[in-house]
């Protein structure tokens, strides 16, 4: 019969973040995660607002959307926001990663759950006392954060291109 403990290994153990850690670095973050549940349709995470969590999502779908502020006139704006991707937990996606390290503590981009959603929430000063008290594992956990960021960011360099390809295809004309 498995233990509670080992039931949450095995809910965080699938995360990029967690990658080569081993049973009882795993218990630390096990420690101090959170199970939250989010109801359907509901902005958890809001553009702009302070950062102070990551969520694991266990359960369900999200849409991850960000804001198109574009000037068109003279103090005007318009505040469209655009659905960037979807995201569901049989791709263990890690949300909320970008506030741990921006020096405003501020969300990049707003998340909707689709669906009812299940995430395990870790607070940022709990991964960063671990981090610090275990530089072993702060180094394995620190390591997986900055593949996640770079295959994060080499995708919206790709998008950049894209869109600047097609804006000047369209200006051509």
Same mark, same amino acid.
């Given at each position: 019969?498995?233990?509670?403990?080992?039931?949450?290994?095995? *809910?965080?153990?699938?995360? =990029?973040?967690?990658?080569? =850690? #081993?049973?009882?670095? %795993?218990?630390?973050?096990?420690? !101090?995660?959170?199970?939250?549940?989010?109801?359907?349709? #509901?902005?958890?995470?809001?553009?702009?607002?302070?950062?102070?969590?990551? $969520?694991? *999502?266990?359960?369900?779908?999200?849409?991850?959307?960000?804001? =198109?502020? %574009?000037?068109?006139?003279?103090? #005007?704006?318009?505040?469209? /926001? !655009?659905?960037?991707?979807?995201?569901?937990?049989?791709?263990?996606? $890690?949300?909320? #990663?970008?506030? *741990?390290?921006?020096?405003?503590?501020?969300?990049?981009?707003?998340?909707?759950? *689709?669906? /009812?959603?299940? $995430?395990?929430?870790?607070?940022?000063?709990?991964? &960063?006392?671990?981090?610090?008290?275990?530089?072993?594992?702060?180094? !394995?956990?620190?390591?997986?954060?900055?593949?996640?960021?770079?295959?994060? &960011?080499?995708?919206?360099?790709?998008?950049?291109?894209?869109?600047?390809?097609?804006?000047?295809?369209?200006? /051509?004309?």
């Amino acid at each position: 019969m498995s233990s509670p403990d080992s039931h949450r290994k095995n *809910l965080i153990r699938p995360f =990029l973040i967690f990658k080569d =850690l #081993e049973d009882p670095e %795993l218990d630390y973050f096990c420690e !101090k995660a959170k199970k939250e549940i989010i109801p359907k349709d #509901e902005m958890f995470i809001v553009e702009g607002e302070h950062g102070d969590s990551v $969520f694991l *999502l266990i359960d369900g779908s999200v849409e991850i959307i960000q804001a =198109l502020t %574009l000037n068109v006139s003279k103090g #005007e704006t318009d505040n469209r /926001e !655009k659905a960037l991707t979807k995201l569901d937990h049989t791709m263990h996606p $890690f949300i909320g #990663e970008m506030a *741990l390290f921006a020096t405003d503590d501020r969300r990049t981009a707003s998340v909707k759950a *689709l669906t /009812e959603c299940t $995430f395990m929430k870790l607070m940022n000063n709990d991964i &960063l006392e671990i981090c610090s008290t275990h530089p072993r594992t702060g180094y !394995k956990v620190m390591r997986n954060l900055c593949q996640l960021l770079t295959t994060n &960011l080499v995708r919206a360099n790709k998008n950049v291109l894209k869109l600047t390809t097609a804006f000047s295809l369209v200006l /051509e004309r």
